[in-house]
């Protein structure tokens, strides 16, 4: 299976420019491990992306066809691409500044009308590649670079945004838990109709290190921790919840073609 | 070139019609197969023409949540194969304006129409204008190499169309319809031939994408799913698609080349018209409607003896320089009526001495041949 993941990397591509602790390789790795385990070719993909350090997972790393975008347009992007050649297995993979900031409209446009895509939105909570200023997914109180005093905003939740957008497949996961994470994508790519995923990954360069996570380590390890099924969720009171990230599948709506 | 000729899909013959309608048809004449929109006055016609003729020829039309999402599903289905457009006016374009400059630097080829009204800003939408002259062309950060056609008739609303395509395909660079309120809706004659000739973008299976042995060459387009793992990027890039964000030589090539391959080949673009010209001794440029009035005000001032000629320009970027610096050793004087406060004056003054005088007009309504009667007149030398 590495070997096969491998050959879908562009060599060229390497070193990554990730920095160390960074959650999106571990995305890198469990987007392509799923295509793989669903033997899907990489000369079918469409890879979209934004701008930010998420939209590098797919452009210039996966060997397939790649159209790295504008800052939050890449939903559009994906739009255009997806109608004129409904062949195309389109995957748009990028932040969650690029896609529910200034990309928000695109999002629930698209999910509105439930175009035949996969949308992967890498959510670290911080816009990181600019200097880790305050993002519209970062917690209440949270220190960043543009929140000194600590972030007076409530975030996005992104998996109910796309729900009541109308996505008929909506997921979150942890890059911490990588097998039910290419679970989750395998799901998400193989779902006829707009495929929402939100991964949660540790930013602890701009994040992390400004929010009391004194390492890498540190940080990946509390985010595998806060997470609970949502299985597990369910019957637990708010009090119980506090501090928890519920994880899962939310939608999952069956048999409902996609437009394309 | 490899233009080939094609059955008009429109039935030959004469035909009313009104000018956003006659660019929808000119638009499917050139085989564009992809259209996605957002209503906006006074190119909405455009747009709802479109619905119908995409559906009658297989093709796909989205109407999009804004202008930023229709210049961008545009860009993405032209990298899907398609031939490509949107319309919009001023405020539209406004919007576009990042998505223009992608485009410009992907090499993207699509065709966006600009149905021009009174502005600035939201201005007055039923009213028509010429503001957006330099919008086109200066709006995306960067140098930009485009091509922009300025329709005077229905007839051009469906030629140029054709042409802005074609152009577009053949130089893989953003191509605009500069047309203009009172153009898009005037409704006169289209005469449609019995075919159409048009150019399809070039494709070299293997080849860079992104560059070529000429300084100033245009390389071959892939799509999407011809297993090319295309590499496409707003970020500079070298010949592969690879993004180089800190090399100096790719940056200047990629630059460089960008002008070039529109600027070395200009003549194959401009395109001017001229009236009475062969012995003027007042010179009149004009473009889009605005040279409907310009002809009349000619061919009265020479009744009134005095040796006027119009220059139409049928392209506006690249400019016509050349054609304008030898306007400018013939005539005494040039004068330019247009509906803006003297954009393409000032650029005549770069290519010629001659003195090269405005005549704006700004209050959202058209220039009448008598005004610009008046303003010759008033200013002869």
Not at chain 1, 27 to 48: C, H, N, P, S
Request: aromatic fraction near 6%; charged fraction near 20%.
């Amino acid at each position: 299976m590495n070997q096969k993941i491998l050959q879908m990397i562009n060599p060229q591509a390497f070193p990554t420019p990730f920095c160390p602790g960074c959650g999106h390789g571990i995305l890198m790795g469990a987007v392509l491990r799923a295509i793989a385990e669903l033997e899907y070719d990489m000369k079918q993909m469409l890879f979209v992306s934004g701008i930010g350090c998420a939209a590098w997972i797919p452009s210039p790393h996966y060997k397939a066809d790649t159209l790295h975008t504008l800052h939050g347009r890449a939903v559009a992007y994906a739009t255009g691409a997806k109608l004129f050649n409904p062949k195309l297995k389109v995957m748009v993979i990028s932040g969650d500044g690029d896609l529910s900031s200034i990309g928000g409209n695109h999002l629930i446009h698209a999910a509105r009308r439930n175009i035949d895509m996969t949308v992967v939105c890498a959510n670290n909570a911080i816009y990181g590649m600019t200097g880790g200023q305050v993002a519209s997914t970062t917690p209440l109180g949270s220190v960043t670079t543009t929140t000194p005093k600590g972030n007076p905003e409530r975030p996005f939740d992104l998996c109910k945004l796309a729900e009541a957008s109308g996505a008929t497949y909506v997921a979150r996961q942890p890059v911490a838990l990588p097998i039910p994470l290419t679970r989750t994508l395998k799901n998400a790519i193989v779902h006829q109709g707009f495929s929402f995923v939100e991964v949660l990954s540790p930013c602890p360069t701009q994040f992390g290190r400004r929010n009391a996570f004194r390492t890498a380590f540190e940080m990946i390890k509390a985010l595998r921790n806060s997470c609970i099924p949502v299985e597990k969720a369910k019957g637990l009171t708010p009090e119980e919840l506090r501090g928890k990230v519920i994880v899962g599948e939310f939608v999952t709506l069956k048999g409902k073609g996609g437009l394309s | 070139m490899p233009i080939k000729k094609v059955k008009s899909p429109l039935a030959p013959g004469w035909y009313f019609m009104q000018g956003d309608e006659a660019c929808a048809e000119g638009a499917i004449a050139a085989g564009c197969r992809f259209y996605a929109g957002y209503p906006i006055t006074p190119a909405s016609e455009v747009m709802i023409r479109m619905v119908h003729r995409l559906s009658d020829v297989g093709g796909v039309f989205i109407q999009m949540e804004d202008e930023i999402g229709s210049i961008s599903s545009v860009i993405g289905a032209s990298w899907a194969g398609a031939k490509a457009m949107t319309a919009t006016s001023g405020p539209g374009i406004s919007l576009m304006i990042e998505g223009i400059g992608y485009a410009v630097i992907t090499e993207t080829p699509c065709v966006i129409v600009d149905v021009q009204r009174a502005g600035p800003s939201t201005g007055q939408a039923t009213r028509p204008g010429q503001g957006d002259m330099m919008q086109v062309k200066w709006g995306p950060h960067g140098d930009n190499e485009i091509v922009a056609l300025a329709p005077w008739s229905v007839q051009e609303m469906y030629d140029l169309t054709i042409k802005a395509f074609n152009l577009a395909e053949r130089f893989r660079v953003p191509a605009f319809l500069l047309a203009d309120e009172a153009v898009g809706h005037l409704r006169e004659t289209l005469v449609v031939k019995e075919e159409v000739e048009v150019f399809d973008r070039f494709k070299a299976p293997g080849q860079p994408p992104f560059g070529t042995n000429e300084p100033n060459g245009v390389p071959p387009m892939p799509s999407f799913g011809e297993g090319e793992n295309l590499l496409v990027t707003g970020s500079t890039h070298d010949e592969r698609g690879f993004r180089k964000t800190a090399d100096s030589a790719v940056q200047a090539r990629l630059t460089e080349r960008l002008i070039r391959k529109v600027k070395d080949f200009s003549s194959e673009i401009i395109e001017t018209d001229p009236h009475l010209l062969r012995d003027a001794e007042i010179g009149v440029v004009a473009y889009g409607f605005t040279a409907r009035a310009a002809l009349q005000a000619v061919k009265s001032l020479r009744k009134q003896e005095i040796k006027a000629g119009l220059l139409r320009l049928v392209s506006i970027w690249p400019f016509a320089g050349e054609a304008i610096a030898q306007l400018g050793k013939r005539c005494r004087s040039i004068f330019v009526p247009e509906m803006n406060q003297g954009q393409v004056a000032g650029e005549l003054r770069k290519y010629t001495t001659a003195p090269v005088i405005s005549l704006p007009k700004t209050n959202g309504e058209v220039i009448e041949p008598g005004e610009i009667v008046e303003g010759i007149r008033r200013n002869m030398p």
